[in-house]
């Protein structure tokens, strides 16, 4: 694609069309993207508004190229999917430009860490789908076999935070055992998935294997996850669009994943690495808490709570506040305007409920930076302390005992991570026991290896990804008897 359906992005051209079976299209309308690093000035691109006949081109382009991608060999397509990680690499500081633009992501922590990992996603399912092996066994006369078939099209619909990691952990999988894949990344940040299906292309996926369709989640997304022909669906984002998409896929009766929000507590007893302990959750405010699997409920035990305190608010009045390109910075702008009103309508709400703003609480002035916030809710059932803020807006309670920690801990609809702090092991093994949730670290924080399930209880989703989790839920599991031949 040339001309007007490319962006210049701080040098780096995107494409601002959709992917469908292998060529770059238009729609006839589209929606902009600018930069949450100067809202007013930083006007990205306009890209592609997708519409029911966009979706309708990208599932017929994925019908069609699951014949030939589900056809191929897991040889074929892991070396595909190797040959996708390494343009990754190779795009690296591309990529992260490109993002930190977009979504307001720290440019050097994309670079080091999630551009990386984005590589990392496609070798490892890759290497997993080829060590994969068909169960095979006799028994009562039988030969038995439990075998894996592609599913079909995987619609894979993506959030703003964190949108090209996300991206490749969810579409790798998909890929990797067969699936053809449309992918539907957010609105607010869709750049990085055009130079991911840009990189899919040249990495050698057949045409309508990897489908790309820009726009808007109510308008297209509604569209794909509507559409019978879509076998798998798969999807990250809010609980209140999950129940959406939801319905959609019992609709059409089709296996439906969805990885939704969190609001992880973050559990110091007085047994811990104090010092440790507060750095965890000063960090918190990382990408301005727009991480699902964030530590945003700080539950310290009574007896620690000064001592805590203190040293909380020495490593977060640390934290330098600044322009996501510059390597010095630690916390990014909010993503969006509308995002950022949205974190201070929570923070008004609880003032007026008679919370206390500890540390923090308002918008910074000339940016869309919100103050690193503590707050002490007058009660467990505040607002703040309930729903996901996903800002920088963490929660600051007391508890006296281990049982009161843990009722504390598990007394949200949420479930889909947790943060212990304890010298004690066999407190570790007693408290992660009893925590509801899909993932629980004990002294430390987002180190997972990726073979290991992911997901969460309650209202944070439906399903694991990760490991075999991943490429069974993109599988038709088939499980064949054979009578043996006793005459030969
Ligand atoms: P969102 O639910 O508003 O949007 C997510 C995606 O769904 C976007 O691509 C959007 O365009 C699309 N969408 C919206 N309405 C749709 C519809 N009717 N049909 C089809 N698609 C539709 O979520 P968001 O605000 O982009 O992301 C933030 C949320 O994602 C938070 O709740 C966060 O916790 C969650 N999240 C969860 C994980 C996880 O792994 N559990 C990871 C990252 C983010």
Not at 349 to 355: I, T
């Amino acid at each position: 694609m040339t001309g007007p359906e490319r962006a210049d992005v701080d040098g780096v051209s995107v494409p601002t069309g959709h992917l469908i079976g292998g060529e770059w299209v238009g729609s006839p309308s589209t929606f902009e993207t600018r930069s949450p690093l100067d809202w007013d000035e930083l006007h990205l691109a306009d890209i592609a508004r997708g519409d029911s006949a966009a979706a309708d081109a990208a599932v017929a382009a994925a019908v069609a190229g699951f014949d030939m991608w589900g056809s191929t060999t897991v040889v074929e397509r892991a070396e595909t999917m190797h040959r996708l990680a390494d343009l990754i690499d190779d795009n690296t500081d591309e990529i992260a430009r490109v993002e930190c633009l977009d979504m307001g992501f720290l440019e050097e922590s994309m670079k080091l860490r999630l551009v990386a990992r984005g590589a990392l996603n496609f070798r490892t399912y890759a290497d997993l789908t080829v060590a994969h092996e068909d169960r095979h066994w006799d028994a009562k006369g039988m030969a038995n076999t439990v075998q894996r078939m592609p599913a079909g099209p995987a619609v894979v619909i993506t959030p703003w935070n964190a949108p090209f990691m996300l991206a490749t952990w969810k579409l790798a999988p998909a890929l990797a055992a067969g699936n053809s894949v449309i992918h539907k990344p957010a609105e607010w940040s869709p750049l990085s998935a055009a130079l991911l299906a840009e990189l899919a292309l040249e990495a050698g996926f057949p045409p309508g294997a990897y489908n790309l369709v820009q726009g808007i989640g109510s308008e297209v997304g509604g569209a794909l996850v509507a559409d019978p022909r879509v076998r798998r669906i798969s999807f990250t984002g809010s609980p209140a669009t999950g129940r959406v998409i939801g319905k959609a896929a019992a609709e059409n009766i089709v296996p439906f994943t969805a990885e939704l929000g969190g609001k992880g507590p973050l559990i110091v007893f007085a047994d811990a690495d104090l010092d440790a302990a507060a750095h965890r959750a000063a960090w918190q405010f990382d990408d301005s808490g727009q991480v699902c699997l964030a530590g945003a409920r700080l539950l310290v035990e009574r007896s620690i709570r000064e001592p805590f305190l203190e040293r909380f608010h020495h490593h977060a009045d640390q934290l330098v506040l600044g322009d996501s390109r510059d390597p010095n910075t630690d916390i990014a702008p909010l993503a969006h305007p509308d995002h950022r009103q949205r974190v201070h309508g929570f923070v008004k709400r609880a003032r007026a409920v008679g919370d206390t703003v500890v540390r923090g609480g308002r918008p910074v002035k000339g940016s869309l930076h919100y103050e690193p916030t503590l707050i002490e809710p007058a009660t467990n059932d505040s607002e703040v302390v309930q729903e996901e803020i996903f800002g920088p807006v963490l929660t600051f309670q007391t508890f006296e005992d281990e049982p009161e920690a843990v009722r504390l801990a598990n007394s949200t609809r949420y479930g889909l991570s947790a943060i212990i702090y304890t010298g004690s092991q066999q407190r570790a093994e007693r408290v992660t026991a009893a925590i509801r949730a899909g993932v629980v670290w004990v002294n430390t924080f987002l180190v997972r290896d990726l073979t290991a399930p992911f997901g969460g209880c309650g209202i944070s989703g439906i399903g694991r990804e990760g490991g075999d989790h991943a490429l069974d839920f993109h599988s038709e599991v088939k499980t064949v008897m054979i009578l043996n031949d006793t005459t030969s």
